[in-house]
């Protein structure tokens, strides 16, 4: 299957359950409508659109045993990181702890298994 086609059909999965989203949204409170809140949601999700269509490219033609780890576990880790940095809200050390063993186990997770492809490639 074509890179672009299985972005497509990712894109099209989520505008199916957009309204799925929106029926199960309260809507009561008031919402900020300034820039800091859907504008810069539109940016992330561009971002995120991005970030989907690199993934998908590098599974069609990279090395997804280095793309899976690093896009799919460490990017949400690194995220909660820098927000509780921007806000200066410092969990338990232990949690804290935590997240960077968890970057540091995917990281070298990732690279271990490129390495031993280069291995077997060699032979």
């Known amino acids: 299957m074509k890179a672009e086609a299985i972005f497509f059909y990712m894109a099209l999965t989520g505008l199916h ?7 199960v949204t309260d809507f009561s409170p008031k919402i900020n409508w300034g820039f800091n809140r859907p504008y810069l949601t539109a940016i992330i999700q ?3 659109a991005v970030r989907a269509l690199a993934i998908v490219y590098a599974f069609r033609f990279g090395k997804a045993s280095i793309v899976s ?11 909660i990181i820098i927000w509780l ?8 050390t232990m949690v804290l702890i935590g997240m960077i063993a968890l970057i540091v186990s995917i990281s070298l997770l990732a690279f271990e298994g490129s390495g031993e492809e ?3 490639e060699k032979a």
């Open 118 to 120: 280069q291995v077997a």
């Open 69 to 79: 780890p690093l896009s799919n576990a460490v990017a949400p880790v690194i995220a």
């Open 46 to 48: 561009l971002l995120n």
């Open 85 to 92: 940095l921007i806000y200066r809200v410092f969990s338990e």
């Open 17 to 23: 359950l957009m309204p799925s989203a929106l029926l």
